[in-house]
């Protein structure tokens, strides 16, 4: 019983391409978020919903999107991919947004860029 | 400049051995300080969570924040193989529960 997932777990593509990732909670949670982890293990937050409303945008290429259809999914949608964005992507989840609500996180999906 | 600085390591002990980690950060608005472990090829879990200044004591580990010297410290006595892992630092408190990580230290305990 995952609590947050992530698919693909694995995505390798070339430069240029446009590639979509899908998180999905079943915590119930009424928070999702986007987090980049690059190879020196650094995790920064990218973007943050709370009931399906972006709440949290931070300094992002505008060829990244995220999408929440509902409460439980956020997607990742990335145009015309770079190199520079090789890196392992997490989802998360919160119940609410108070600074001292848990951040539940998926298992990554590791974008490879060639 | 980074806000919350934590040294990579790697850091390796042997099993049963004390272990101290280590973060600093800048922002003292911020208020609530948390340790994640991540494990490889995992997501980072939660494994502390304090807020403002003091010790939190859960089992074999302890969280300690000392606000004078903005020092985070997380210690795990009786290491196990099982704690080898990267452990995170986080600072949040700045509003929309957007935390601030550091770089991870990397732990391996050896039987």
């Known amino acids: 019983d995952t609590a947050v997932s992530q698919t693909p777990k694995y995505l390798v593509t070339q430069m240029g391409n446009d590639k979509s990732i899908k998180c999905e909670q079943n915590l119930g949670h009424d928070t999702m978020y986007w987090y980049k982890q690059d190879s020196k293990k650094f995790l920064k937050i990218m973007f943050s919903y709370n009931n399906k409303e972006l709440i949290i945008n931070e300094t992002v290429p505008n060829r990244f999107s995220p999408k929440s259809p509902d409460k439980a999914h956020l997607n990742l949608h990335i145009n015309s991919l770079e190199l520079g964005d090789s890196a392992v992507y997490f989802c998360a989840s919160s119940q609410g947004t108070g600074d001292n609500s848990p951040l539940h996180f998926g298992n990554g999906t590791r974008l490879t860029v060639t | ?111």
């Open chain 2, 1 to 111: 400049q980074k806000e919350v600085e934590q040294d990579p390591g790697p850091l390796s002990v042997p099993e049963g051995a004390i272990v101290s980690l280590n973060c600093t950060y800048s922002n003292s608005a911020f208020q609530y300080f948390m340790w994640y472990r991540q494990y490889s090829r995992k997501g980072p879990e939660l494994l502390m969570y304090t807020y403002s200044s003091g010790n939190k004591e859960d089992g074999r580990f302890t969280a300690q924040v000392d606000k004078s010297s903005k020092y985070i410290s997380l210690f795990i006595r009786d290491s196990q193989p099982s704690d080898s892992a990267t452990y995170l630092c986080a600072q949040g408190g700045g509003g929309y529960n957007k935390l601030i990580f550091g770089a991870g230290t990397r732990l391996a305990v050896h039987p």
